[in-house]
């Protein structure tokens, strides 16, 4: 089935440095990726949709310079927090919309700690 | 736009007990509508699904759904819940754009 891979798992950085997190479709192309966030004990909360070769959309109330979305291929999703402060701390999660059974497929997530 | 609503936001069984969690949507084109099961520390999992067709949808482990687009509503029911079924369901709803928009979700706890 269609497989997506996050990178890192996990991440911890100091306040005002910038993170990225990858987001690869390994068995297939998709021109939408979708990133989440997710606190703990909470639900996922979409942050933007990011559209292959143009400009991401981002939902009401994310910050579009603090969380820059590229999705230069067909295959890959970067989101970059940038200027990170400890309020940044969450599970960052990226999803792809698929042909399959599934509809959706889900990497594995990204645990981001800002010290 | 869509959104998704979850009326259960923590639940207690005794295991044998049924089960059923509310989710309502809103949006007024077609939808897709999910259920996904979130474990203590793991990832999200899917349960089940409805895109067409029979309103019943049958998922994973025993958990079975229903349609009523009537109601706005995609229900979420097993007849008999164990222990390990505790965790964290979410509703989620796919409609415009793609876009799949998740409840927030119900924290189930069964106990023994």
């Known amino acids: 089935g269609a497989v997506v891979s996050q990178h890192p798992s996990w991440v911890i950085c100091k306040s005002g440095t910038s993170v990225k997190i990858e987001c690869r479709s390994l068995d297939f192309q998709a021109t939408t990726m979708f990133w989440y966030r997710q606190f703990p004990k909470q639900s996922l909360m979409l942050m933007a949709t990011?559209?292959?070769?143009?400009?991401?959309?981002?939902e009401q109330g994310v910050e579009k310079d603090k969380f820059l979305i590229n999705h230069a291929s067909l295959t890959l999703s970067t989101l970059t927090v940038t200027s990170a402060h400890p309020e940044d701390s969450s599970f960052y999660i990226c999803?792809?919309?698929?042909?399959?059974?599934?509809?959706?497929?889900f990497g594995s997530g990204t645990r981001l700690t800002v010290v | 736009a869509q959104s998704v609503s979850q009326h259960n936001h923590h639940v207690i069984l005794s295991e044998a007990a049924s089960l059923e969690l509310g989710c309502n949507y809103s949006y007024g084109g077609t939808v897709n509508l999910f259920w996904y099961v979130q474990y203590p520390g793991q990832h999200l999992q899917l349960l089940l699904k409805y895109f067409s067709g029979d309103p019943l949808v049958k998922g994973i482990k025993g958990f079975e759904a229903e349609f009523i687009k009537s109601k706005f509503s995609f229900n979420l029911r097993k007849p008999s819940v164990q222990w390990s079924d505790t965790a964290e369901y979410f509703c989620?709803?796919?409609?415009?754009?793609?876009?799949?928009?998740f409840g927030a979700g119900t924290r189930l706890a069964v106990h023994p």
């Open positions: 989620a709803v796919s409609g415009g754009y793609n876009k799949l928009i």
């Open positions: 990011s559209n292959e070769g143009s400009k991401a959309t981002y």
């Open positions: 999803s792809a919309r698929t042909a399959g059974e599934g509809g959706y497929t």
